[in-house]
């Protein structure tokens, strides 16, 4: 589904900001796979 639809069928921004940003991979901001890579290379650091 894309942005567009989803705004359209009623769903809040706010929700729909949520889900982008823990999105993993799809088209958007994949700011929480980048937190979970982040984080993996942090650990794999200490």
Same mark, same amino acid.
């Given at each position: 589904m894309?942005? +567009?639809e989803v705004l359209q069928k +009623? /769903?809040?921004f706010p929700i729909l900001r949520v889900m982008e940003y823990l999105s993993v991979d $799809?088209? +958007?901001? /994949?700011w929480g796979k980048q937190? $979970? /890579?982040a984080g993996y290379y942090t650990m794999a650091a200490l």
């Open positions: 894309e942005v +567009g +009623g /769903l809040p $799809r088209t +958007g901001f /994949l937190y $979970r /890579l």
